[in-house]
């Protein structure tokens, strides 16, 4: 299992040809305190970089956008039952949604976790 | 185009140390570096100010004092009565009102708040309006006023229902104050003016205090466990939930007092039939709206879901129609509601409470009612 991170501050999980995804910690701080989540619907086909989720805090609405190509197969309801999971738990039981990649390729450019860290120093 | 603004062009208010002393997140805000959020963040920062009591500091706004050169204040009122629908004659003294500077198109160019101080009067606008309001004062009043900005004063907000027991501590008598009295007062020592008032619809204060003081003064009452520093996130949230308007948002050179439903504030005297009708910029106008109503109004908005509602989104009278009829002008998520909420401009047939309208969100069009405000009921000391 490795995690990668996109300079968007995206986190994948990534398990055979599954990935799993949700926002970095970083990113939850600098959201502030999140009151809605809105995931992708089940069996969407996404192209990478296509708005996938919406994440909003008290101020702001932003969105989320597909790392990598693939369908989605799972979202995870907790987080749109208690968007403030996002803020506790943001690289855990914080994940958004689960994609089957289509093309492995696309991972070569994300970062893993060191380039991460050295992104958002 | 609108300059760029840097840090090195921001001005700072008074408190600018504190803020960053004490973990604030800075943003520009009508040309100044302001706290958006402390650590605390939005939400908890909302609810300490309805359940205890919240310090912002709102020194970027404009205070100033207009004084009648025949040293009457009820000449100083007659002449600011010809900018403003409002009655300011009547204020009494140590009372203030809520007023509107207005155009000849019936628009307004900004809201601000009126002081009778017994000689004079204390005026508190807009940060982003205050250059203008002044040269607008300056140009329309020189005759009979003088116009002194009190550049030299900071603004702080005591807001929440602590704010009268946190300033009793400090040795302000506050009890007997009613919610639009103000006046000259001393708080800590300091030659404050103190008025019971504030943009949050709790009870609370808002304080002028010298520039040199200010720090001294927020570091006693930030000392007090009751009170945190509220950031201009949470001041948005508050103020939306007391359904109070926003000036350059829900109110602006576009709107009339009659279409932003703030018919409230023209008192009789100044309408059709009134000792002193008229004689303010846009009067016909303002004046017919409201007697016959206006076309369009500003209303409350509640969504069936939870996804916030956020400015600018159109407005449709429902889910298929091509043509909008409104956009919202205010929108976000009320924390003490715990769910959004919104207000923005609908034709006046479709302005009644319960009425259904759709907001398009992202390509969606999401059910609204026409809710009635505030959201969150006040708590003024009447």
């Known amino acids: 299992m490795t995690t990668l991170y996109t300079s968007d501050h995206e986190w994948l999980r990534i398990e055979g040809d599954v990935a799993t995804i949700g926002i970095t910690d970083y990113a939850q701080t600098q959201l502030g305190d999140v009151v809605f989540v809105e995931l992708p619907k089940i069996g969407r086909t996404l192209a990478k970089a296509e708005a996938a989720a919406v994440v909003e805090s008290v101020k702001a609405a932003s969105d989320v956008y597909a790392p990598i190509s693939g369908e989605v197969i ?48 | 185009m609108l300059a760029r603004e840097t840090e090195s062009t921001l001005k700072h208010t008074p408190l600018h140390a504190l803020h960053l002393a004490r973990g604030a997140k800075m943003v520009p805000f009508a040309g100044y570096d302001m706290p958006v959020q402390y650590a605390a963040g939005v939400l908890k920062e909302h609810l300490h100010t309805r359940s205890a009591a919240g ?93 002194d900005v009190l550049a030299g004063r900071a603004l702080l907000a005591l807001q929440g229902p602590k704010a009268e027991a946190v300033l009793a501590k400090l040795g302000a008598d506050v009890s007997t104050m009613k919610f639009m009295d103000t006046g000259p007062r001393p708080v800590a020592g300091f030659d404050c003016f103190v008025s019971r008032s504030g943009y949050t619809g709790e009870d609370g204060f808002e304080i002028s205090v010298p520039a040199a003081n200010a720090e001294a003064l927020a570091t006693k009452l930030l000392d007090d466990p009751d009170v945190l520093p509220i950031g201009l996130g949470a001041r948005d949230s508050l103020r939306l939930e007391a359904g109070l308007c926003l000036y350059g948002h829900d109110i602006d050179t576009t709107t009339t007092p009659a279409e932003a439903a703030l018919e409230w504030s023209v008192q009789k005297s100044r309408r059709n039939g009134g000792a002193r009708a008229g004689g303010f910029p846009g009067a016909a106008k303002i004046l017919t709206q409201l007697d016959k109503g206006a076309t369009r109004r500003r209303v409350g908005l509640r969504a069936e879901g939870r996804a916030p509602v956020r400015e600018g989104a159109l407005l449709f009278a429902d889910a298929t129609a091509a043509e909008p009829i409104g956009k919202v002008t205010s929108g976000g998520f009320g924390p003490s509601l715990n769910a959004p909420v919104a207000m923005g401009y609908v034709p006046t047939p479709l302005a009644a409470v319960g009425t259904i309208v759709f907001a398009e969100v992202r390509g969606q069009r999401l059910p609204l009612k026409v809710a009635a405000t505030p959201f969150v009921p006040n708590t003024y000391k009447r």
């Open chain 2, 55 to 147: 310090l912002f500091d709102v020194s970027h706004m404009g205070q100033i004092a207009l004084r009648a050169k025949s040293g009457k204040v009820e000449d100083a009122a007659h002449a600011l009565e010809k900018l403003v629908p409002q009655d300011i004659v009547a204020v009494a003294p140590n009372r203030q009102r809520y007023a509107q500077f207005t155009n000849n198109d019936g628009g307004l160019l900004d809201d601000l708040m009126v002081a009778n101080f017994g000689d004079h009067l204390f005026l508190v606008v807009n940060a982003a309006c205050k250059t203008e309001d002044e040269a607008h004062l300056r140009a329309h009043l020189s005759d009979s006023c003088t116009i």
């Open chain 1, 74 to 121: 799972e979202v995870n309801d907790a987080v749109t039952a208690e968007p403030s999971l996002v803020n506790s738990d943001a690289a855990g039981k914080a994940w958004f949604f689960k994609i089957k990649i289509a093309n492995k390729s696309e991972l070569g450019g994300l970062m893993d976790e060191a380039a991460y860290a050295k992104h958002t120093a």
